[in-house]
């Protein structure tokens, strides 16, 4: 695999993990395109999840901090008076979310069959029907719930919702910030939770990632170490980007630009499996 190609993998990873675009689906129709497969791919996505979970930690590092101190507080430990603070709340929110999608992961690697779902005609398909979920969710009406208003109920919701995300182009933020503006928290809400509740699953994918490439053989991974770090950065960089200028959007106006994004991304899939056999 070339620098170029590397560097084009990692931005696209980057830019797309935390939007509601499906970062599989895209980085899945650029290694098609690339002809990239295998443990090199494996070693991609490995240093590319760990850039973008980093730059999630970076931008929400109070939301971080609050969860690492509130993890704490569900084992009885720095509990005030017997009751969990904020940030005991978020930390068991995060929890109840985690479980479905980890589920619906091992069902992904481990039930045979399901590499059907990796075809174009899926991605462009569910790149459109769950674009069009997150246009329903986000135009049905004025919701300003925040995390303090959000029961246990609210949160294996979203996590029910975020299990989906193992369809490529669902989107695992698109799929959480949509289940969260159906249960009626205001945008930027809805998207700091759908971001930090993939925050779980994103560590272990990474770090089962990790694990395969250090148990792989000698010989089938021919993408050297300092290249993935190359690919760990650059996702980084783009991956902290993008949850800035999502997050600064959603200020202004509506999920509308990322909608609209997701249909013209469907029909141009659509559109290209004849033409480059997608």
């Known amino acids: 695999m070339s620098l170029l190609q590397l560097v084009i993998i990692s931005i696209v990873q980057g830019i797309s993990e935390w939007l509601p675009i499906s970062s599989s689906a895209h980085v899945l129709l650029t290694a098609n395109i690339f002809g990239v497969s295998g ?5 991609v996505n490995a240093m590319a999840h760990l850039g973008t979970l980093f730059a999630l930690f970076a931008f929400f590092w109070r939301d971080t901090g609050r969860v690492v101190k509130g993890s ?7 509990r005030e008076h ?3 603070t904020d940030g005991g709340k978020l930390a068991l929110l995060i929890l109840v979310a985690t479980p479905p999608a980890l589920l619906a992961g091992l069902a992904h690697e481990f039930v045979p069959g399901l590499d059907m779902l990796r075809s174009a005609y899926v991605i462009a398909g569910t790149t459109i029907v769950f674009g069009l979920l997150l246009w329903w969710a986000d135009v ?4 300003h719930r925040t995390e303090a208003d959000m029961s246990l109920r609210d949160g294996v919701l979203i996590g029910l919702a975020q299990a989906l995300a193992m369809i490529p182009g669902v989107s695992r933020s698109g799929v959480t910030m949509t289940a969260a503006r159906a249960l009626g928290l205001s945008r930027t809400e809805a998207a700091r939770f759908g971001m930090l509740c993939g925050a779980p699953v994103l560590l272990i994918a990474g770090s089962y990632a990790c694990l395969k490439l250090a148990t792989a053989d000698a010989g089938e991974v021919t993408v050297p170490l300092s290249d993935g770090m190359i690919v ?8 902290f980007a993008s949850i ?4 600064a959007l959603l200020n202004r106006m509506s999920f509308l630009p990322f909608v609209i994004y997701r249909m013209l991304l469907g029909i141009a899939v659509l559109a290209a499996i004849p033409l480059i056999g997608l």
């Open 72 to 78: 704490f507080e569900l084992v009885g430990i720095g």
């Open 39 to 43: 443990e090199d791919e494996l070693m």
């Open 232 to 239: 760990a950065g650059l996702s980084f960089a783009t991956a």
């Open 82 to 84: 017997g009751r969990l």
């Open 140 to 143: 049905k009406g004025p919701r």
């Open 244 to 247: 800035w200028t999502l997050m």
